[in-house]
């Protein structure tokens, strides 16, 4: 994966310092950014000249503290490393030095208005939605009241039928078929729907119908968070299914772990409503209150009452 420097500097508004260094070709295939002031002070063990460099106030203030032979030095000594761009912040005007290396070496160098901290938040935070792992899923992806519900099963089994009851009863459609899904921290995935089908869904019967056109923009959405997986199967009679909820399943996706339902289907039972009851309980069990937990212990309780 990776992310054009065109693209960056058109999203933050990046002023090119170094007009003839060419920024077409610069691809940023990191979102973690290096601020370089141990560079600055001589030190280069673990450089990480392959991420952005950022030079802030303190760098800024320590490279004026030096004379130009010295600043020359320096930036001698960084610039024969590849890196892939150099960021000023606060507006900060770039030392001649800097800028005579930057374009002996094609390294372009950019300044943004932003103070340093928030540039680096902003900037990782977007390079980490661009450059994260993805992976396509077959499901269909709803907000249900704010949570990311990924209805998955065999092909034909009512996942579709089952969003289009949810978005009838003023949920969103996120995906239907396809969900793209980026891993972009530790905790948190991301699911979209491709360009190509977005707002589209298959009925079987009926054919393509567009939510978007139907049931209005407020009855689609681009992007959700996905908080829980509802994984849905025949009802086997042979098959022992939880009836208490105190345990709790799995399904990992890109690392990540999410929730995961399993409801088996069968004649009179309204998925919409079982999906829209999972999302709630979702909301309580992470709001610090757990149905299950709750009648667990009741349950103990009265127990224990009886036999004193």
């Not at 130009?68 to 960021?87: A, G, M, Q, S, W």
């Not at 899923?137 to 907000?143: E, R």
């Not at 709630?280 to 709001?287: E, G, P, S, Y």
Request: aromatic fraction near 6%.
């Amino acid at each position: 994966m990776s992310v054009s420097l065109d693209k960056l500097i058109e999203e933050f508004n990046l002023e090119l310092l170094t007009k003839d260094v060419d920024t077409s070709k610069v691809k940023i295939l990191y979102a973690e950014l290096n601020r370089p002031a141990l560079q600055i002070a001589g030190f280069f063990d673990h450089f990480d000249s392959h991420r952005i460099q950022i030079i802030g106030k303190v760098e800024y203030a320590y490279l004026k503290t030096l004379n130009e032979k010295e600043r020359d030095k320096i930036f001698t000594k960084i610039f024969e490393y590849n890196l892939p761009c150099v960021i000023l912040s606060r507006d900060l005007e770039a030392f001649p030095e800097l800028l005579i290396h930057a374009e002996i070496n094609r390294v372009p160098i950019l300044g943004s208005h932003l103070q340093t901290t928030e540039l680096i938040g902003e900037l990782i935070r977007w390079l980490r939605v661009k450059l994260a792992p993805i992976v396509t899923l077959h499901g269909v992806l709803v907000d249900i009241y704010g949570e990311g519900v990924l209805i998955m099963g065999e092909s034909g089994i009512g996942k579709s039928e089952a969003a289009l009851e949810l978005i009838k009863r003023g949920h969103r459609l996120v995906a239907d078929d396809a969900v793209e899904i980026k891993r972009v921290s530790a905790k948190t995935l991301i699911g979209t729907c491709p360009s190509v089908i977005r707002h589209f869904m298959e009925l079987r019967g009926l054919g393509i119908i567009d939510i978007k056109q139907m049931f209005g923009v407020e009855a689609v959405k681009k992007t959700q968070n996905i908080d829980l997986v509802i994984k849905l199967s025949n009802w086997d009679e042979n098959k022992d299914y939880d009836r208490l909820g105190l345990t709790e399943n799995y399904m990992e996706i890109l690392g990540n772990k999410v929730l995961c339902h399993s409801i088996p289907i069968r004649p009179g039972r309204n998925i919409a409503i079982i999906c829209e009851a999972a999302a709630v309980n979702h909301r309580q069990k992470k709001m610090g209150y757990n149905a299950a937990a709750a009648l667990n212990e009741n349950i103990i309780r009265s127990t224990t009452l009886k036999e004193q």
